[in-house]
């Protein structure tokens, strides 16, 4: 049984801390959703498949502990706007607690089954993906060894096991076709130095680390053969928000005619958001940039549609450019 990132484990949640890694791997259990709520906004867990999991989790925590449904679903939600899974995972759960009565035992049970469902469900999902994003660039490479760039980090640790973008980094792996990733470091909490190199490292995968703004100057050299990168909330017409930087990977991938690929489940895709314009984006402390000066710091962009050469969910893969998701 692959280990998960995030699970329930006997009336609390477990998860890896990825604020410690890759130093520590620390696993945290947390019984009530504040301490939930305190880990998604720290980013102990992160990544918006996890994310999902975090939020009905939460909710069945809640059920659980006979904490008031409707408060502790709005707490969860509110954690962090811009990855539709986190607020997906909390109306799921919350709608099974409610039909089965919305306290007490039935609740708390509903709850949890609707809550491990999502934690299955990206699961099989990431796997999915993995094959099918991997089959997708040997269509459009040919079977050879691969130079791939990718962005933040979006491995198990981020979709609860196997992964997204990383899932078809490790499924090309594994038919020897990468000749190396680069991982951008992610700014400003380095996801992709921190925890992309752990996972790779784990892997055994060839790669390095660069900095951000070297991504857009490697694919201008002809050093990068395609980017894939995940999701947090992908609109109707195929705009996508990712992690702050992913856009200008767009922007230099479009310029050299780079497949530029997005990776995520269909449960990042958000029919109910119909562009980019209307994605929340979030605004962290600005002292995670500088505790000294001014500085802002949005944590994710939005990649236009036009940008995009294929969006590969679990399910089917569109070209953003042909036609709407939705
Ligand atoms: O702020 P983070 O680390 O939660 O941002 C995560 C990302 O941007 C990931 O690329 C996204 O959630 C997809 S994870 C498969």
Redesign the pocket.
């Given at each position: 049984m692959p280990v998960r990132s995030i699970d329930w484990d006997d009336g609390a949640v477990r998860l890896i801390d990825q604020t410690a890694l890759p130093e520590r791997a620390v696993w945290l259990r947390l019984s009530t959703v504040d301490d939930l709520v305190s880990a998604i906004v720290r980013?102990a867990v992160?990544?918006?498949?996890?994310?999902g999991a975090a939020g009905a989790l939460g909710v069945a925590l809640a059920a659980h502990t006979g904490e008031e449904l409707a408060a502790a679903a709005a707490k969860l939600r509110a954690a962090?706007p811009t990855?539709v899974n986190l607020a997906r995972g909390v109306d799921r759960a919350l709608r099974r607690a409610i039909d089965a009565g919305a306290t007490g035992p039935d609740a708390a049970g509903a709850a949890l089954a609707e809550a491990r469902a999502v934690i299955e469900e990206e699961a099989v999902s990431s796997r999915t993906i993995g094959t099918r994003g991997a089959d997708l660039l040997v269509g459009a490479l040919g079977e050879r060894p691969m130079r791939l760039l990718t962005?933040?980090?979006?491995?198990w640790l981020?979709?609860v096991e196997w992964?997204?973008?990383?899932g078809i980094v490790a499924t090309l792996h594994g038919r020897g076709l990468v000749e190396r990733v680069y991982a951008g470091e992610?700014r400003p909490?380095l996801?992709g130095a921190r925890l992309t190199a752990y996972e790779l490292s784990a892997l055994g995968a060839p790669y390095r680390i660069v900095v951000d703004s070297a991504g857009p100057s490697l694919l201008s050299r002809g050093l990068v053969d395609a980017v894939l990168?995940?999701?947090?909330r992908i609109a109707a017409n195929g705009d996508v928000a990712?992690?702050i930087g992913?856009y200008p990977l767009a922007l230099a991938a479009a310029r050299v005619g780079a497949p530029f690929v997005v990776?995520?489940p269909e449960s990042?895709v958000d029919a109910a958001t119909a562009t980019g314009a209307d994605i929340p984006i979030?605004e962290r402390d600005p002292r995670e940039v500088s505790v000294t000066f001014p500085a802002e710091n949005p944590?994710?962009d939005v990649t236009p549609h036009d940008l995009v050469t294929a969006i590969v969910t679990d399910v089917r893969t569109v070209d953003p450019r042909r036609e709407a998701l939705w």
């Amino acid at each position: 049984m692959p280990v998960r990132s995030i699970d329930w484990d006997d009336g609390a949640v477990r998860l890896i801390d990825q604020t410690a890694l890759p130093e520590r791997a620390v696993w945290l259990r947390l019984s009530t959703v504040d301490d939930l709520v305190s880990a998604i906004v720290r980013l102990a867990v992160r990544g918006a498949p996890s994310l999902g999991a975090a939020g009905a989790l939460g909710v069945a925590l809640a059920a659980h502990t006979g904490e008031e449904l409707a408060a502790a679903a709005a707490k969860l939600r509110a954690a962090r706007p811009t990855a539709v899974n986190l607020a997906r995972g909390v109306d799921r759960a919350l709608r099974r607690a409610i039909d089965a009565g919305a306290t007490g035992p039935d609740a708390a049970g509903a709850a949890l089954a609707e809550a491990r469902a999502v934690i299955e469900e990206e699961a099989v999902s990431s796997r999915t993906i993995g094959t099918r994003g991997a089959d997708l660039l040997v269509g459009a490479l040919g079977e050879r060894p691969m130079r791939l760039l990718t962005h933040c980090n979006t491995g198990w640790l981020a979709c609860v096991e196997w992964g997204t973008a990383l899932g078809i980094v490790a499924t090309l792996h594994g038919r020897g076709l990468v000749e190396r990733v680069y991982a951008g470091e992610t700014r400003p909490l380095l996801q992709g130095a921190r925890l992309t190199a752990y996972e790779l490292s784990a892997l055994g995968a060839p790669y390095r680390i660069v900095v951000d703004s070297a991504g857009p100057s490697l694919l201008s050299r002809g050093l990068v053969d395609a980017v894939l990168v995940g999701a947090d909330r992908i609109a109707a017409n195929g705009d996508v928000a990712n992690k702050i930087g992913t856009y200008p990977l767009a922007l230099a991938a479009a310029r050299v005619g780079a497949p530029f690929v997005v990776a995520a489940p269909e449960s990042t895709v958000d029919a109910a958001t119909a562009t980019g314009a209307d994605i929340p984006i979030e605004e962290r402390d600005p002292r995670e940039v500088s505790v000294t000066f001014p500085a802002e710091n949005p944590a994710f962009d939005v990649t236009p549609h036009d940008l995009v050469t294929a969006i590969v969910t679990d399910v089917r893969t569109v070209d953003p450019r042909r036609e709407a998701l939705w």
